[in-house]
């Protein structure tokens, strides 16, 4: 008899087109093991955290040949016109898949399809830290949670990855830990794994925990989210008409009311006095690829046996890890 494939959700907050999810998603059907499906925004909905489109309808466009949607291989689907928790839901609410027949499924029997994990990313740009809180990517792995599957964010901490092939390497990381997760019954549902792969192009600096080796990505790091938080700014844009902004101040209309418009410059990321050179931030800067568990506000409980098994993957996994817990 066959080996069961383990099944695997696969979504992003890039949008389906992303050469992240593209990279994970060709990684996941060339080693053999899973049976990969897609479900992912139709276009690049970025820090949209756990938001969800309650008052419009949600288009999806769906394909049994993902590359209809310039995924790299033959595998379902689907295009979702809504946020990245929207694509998450609907896969697993049954809803999606009773309407949509795959390739070797009929409508009878297609809602029942559910993964045993999900997979979110890869994105591109980090998610360590109090980002993990505005990050779409990490919104809909923590919306598998609430459907009782588990669920993983992968992000790769650069902003220079424009292909599938700047992913390729961070993909095959991954690869080992999707297995190791959607196979270790002891991991809590409720828990997501938060992976993040530090550039691959880049010199790290190098000084590493003691008794341990120099930092590489291919050397994972068990660590705890960290303190490491950002802050936003803004920057006021000068409009026609109505909106008037000058060093004198703004011009109210003649209904004595002022319309404003402000474009987010970005976050500066802070490195607050309370950060431990344990977090997650500091192990991905330093050059390690790190994995820590994001703790469920109403479960925190859970925290102690997810870290346990982090913990025990050492040493059964081919590359170097090492408890980030420790510190230097």
């Known amino acids: 008899m066959p080996t069961r494939q383990t099944k695997v959700l696969v979504c992003n907050d890039d949008g389906i087109s992303a050469p992240g999810i593209a990279a994970l998603a060709n990684a996941l059907v060339q080693d053999g093991k899973f049976e990969v499906r897609v479900v992912a925004p139709s276009t690049e909905k970025s820090a949209c955290s756990h938001s969800v489109s309650l008052h419009q309808p949600i288009s999806v466009q769906f ?56 997979v979110s990313g890869i994105n591109r740009g980090a998610n360590y830290g ?127 009311i002022a319309n404003l418009r402000f474009k987010m410059r970005g976050w500066k990321e802070l490195d607050p006095d309370g950060c431990a050179t344990t977090d997650d931030m500091i192990g991905v800067k330093k050059g390690f690829t790190v994995l820590a568990a994001i703790p469920p506000a109403y479960a925190l409980d859970q925290m102690a046996a997810a870290e346990k098994c982090l913990s025990d993957w050492r040493g059964k996994l081919k590359h170097p890890v090492i408890d980030w817990f420790e510190g230097e």
């Open 63 to 118: 394909a049994k040949d993902g590359r209809e949607f310039n995924l790299p291989v033959p595998i379902p689907a689907w295009s979702v016109g809504g946020t990245p928790v929207d694509a998450t839901g609907l896969a697993l609410s049954g809803d999606l898949f009773r309407v949509c027949n795959a390739e070797d499924a009929t409508t009878e029997n297609q809602s029942s399809w559910r993964p045993d994990v999900v």
């Open 130 to 256: 109090r980002l993990a809180y505005y990050s779409g990517t990490v919104g809909a792995a923590r919306e598998a949670t609430f459907f009782g599957v588990k669920a993983m964010a992968v992000s790769l901490d650069s902003f220079r990855a424009k292909t599938m092939d700047d992913f390729a390497e961070t993909a095959r990381l991954a690869v080992p830990i999707v297995d190791w997760l959607a196979s270790d019954n002891r991991w809590p549902v409720n828990v997501v794994l938060n992976m993040n792969i530090p550039a691959l192009d880049k010199s790290f600096c190098s000084k590493s925990p003691s008794n341990q080796q120099t930092p590489t990505p291919t050397t994972l790091a068990i660590s705890r989210m960290g303190k490491s938080t950002v802050q936003s700014g803004y920057t006021l844009l000068e409009s026609e008409g109505e909106m008037t902004g000058s060093e004198n101040g703004i011009k109210e209309n003649v209904d004595g």
